[in-house]
């Protein structure tokens, strides 16, 4: 079984610190693995080294353009549970664990992996779980094909290829109808870091919307937002749009 562990910053340290205990165990059993593992620059030597000490097959990466390289090589992708992450998960067709980060927003993140779970496109363990859950839920998915199978099967039945043209769509109905939005109005962005939000906030920012958003971490993007003078507030809080 060829594994990929992905997650944003926080994600990728908790799941080097957890995660590669827990894939130990597989060294003494039937279960053949392979661990592609996202994670810190200054994880990687000491997650690299646990691996070759325990003699588990690995590569291990930090953050990277080419992640559809990795996607290509795996069957089954341990993640967090944003939107994004598991939109894109679902439309390239690959089954995943998901592990929603406890501390999102509004609990968003563990309400996402509820309702990709119940639509049958994945598979979810809470954080608190995972030293419990996630032994034997790889051990059920390598012993039961038909799981994979059903994940792929519901999958297939799910795609957003029209997702772009959509939101395209709405930005257009919200300019032409003009509802209470103008270059002098606010659009704020909840989660404004993320690969989605970030560029959605870019294009109102372009077409002369005043724009600030709000995210539990800095990064690339909110740094250069802030370079563009836009504000940016850490953590989400009804507050920021007072």
Do not use: W
């Amino acid at each position: 079984m060829r594994i990929l562990v992905l997650g944003g910053s926080q994600a990728a340290k908790i799941f080097a610190e957890k995660l590669p205990k827990i894939f130990e165990k597989f060294k003494n059993s039937e279960i053949s693995i392979k661990i592609y593992q996202q994670c810190k620059k200054e994880q990687k030597k000491q997650l690299s080294e646990f691996y070759k000490k325990a003699k588990i097959d690995c590569e291990v990466f930090s953050f990277t353009n080419k992640i559809i390289d990795y996607y290509s090589k795996v069957n089954l992708v341990i993640t967090r549970s944003g939107a994004s992450a598991l939109g894109e998960l679902i439309n390239i067709k690959i089954p995943f664990i998901s592990i929603p980060l406890p501390t999102s927003a509004e609990n968003h993140q563990f309400k996402n992996a509820v309702y990709y779970k119940n639509k049958g496109f994945g598979y979810l363990i809470e954080e608190k779980d995972v030293n419990e859950q996630l032994y034997g839920l790889i051990t059920s998915i390598f012993n039961d094909k038909s799981l994979i199978k059903n994940i792929l099967a519901s999958q297939s039945q799910y795609s957003d290829k029209n997702i772009f043209k959509n939101i395209n769509t709405h930005i257009e109905k919200i300019i032409n109808e003009k509802i209470n939005l103008g270059q002098k109005d606010l659009i704020h962005f909840v989660g404004i870091g993320g690969i989605g939000m970030s560029g959605l906030a870019q294009i109102m920012k372009n077409m002369g919307f005043k724009v600030q958003g709000s995210d539990q971490n800095k990064n690339k993007n909110t740094i250069s937002f802030v370079k563009l003078g836009i504000k940016i507030f850490k953590g989400h809080s009804i507050n920021n749009i007072k």
